[in-house]
């Protein structure tokens, strides 16, 4: 049974930098996909970073790109996502994801990483990241 335990978050002013974690549990296959997500109660989960675990390819959102970096330590099957220059906007519950499937690519390539979600089907329990202003 797959399991993503999320810790990390807080908050922080515009500008500020925070890193969250998400231990793994479970995973069967050494090679699939993980990712990070975030949701608001006015907007849809959408996707913000990707990495693909066994090839280390990563893929970012257009709005995170040169401030957000994705992540893996293989040793301990954690994942982590170093988010620096923080804006109020990105208040949001941030998730962790993993899919152990061979279409996610495709689906990544098709519709974006903002609008992956339905790819990923295992999900951390959430943790909230608030930028005040």
């Known amino acids: 049974q797959v399991h993503l335990v999320q810790s990390g978050g807080g908050s922080v002013q515009t500008g500020g930098s925070l890193r969250l974690s998400c231990a793994a549990y479970?995973?069967?296959?050494?090679?699939?996909?993980m990712g990070w997500f975030r949701q608001t109660p006015t907007k849809e989960r959408e996707g913000v970073a990707v990495?693909?675990?066994?090839?280390?390819?990563?893929m970012y959102a257009d709005s995170v790109k040169d401030r957000f970096t994705i992540s893996r330590d293989n040793a301990d099957n954690t994942l982590y996502i170093q988010m620096n220059g923080l804006k109020p906007e990105e208040t949001a519950m941030y998730f962790c994801?993993?899919?152990?499937?061979?279409?996610?690519?495709?689906?990544?390539?098709?519709?974006?990483?903002?609008?992956?979600?339905?790819?990923?089907?295992?999900w951390g329990q959430g943790t909230q990241v608030t930028v005040s202003s």
């Open positions: 479970g995973l069967s296959y050494a090679s699939y996909w």
């Open positions: 990495i693909y675990v066994g090839g280390g390819r990563t």
């Open positions: 994801a993993a899919d152990e499937g061979s279409d996610v690519l495709a689906g990544i390539q098709r519709l974006g990483v903002e609008r992956s979600r339905e790819y990923f089907a295992y």
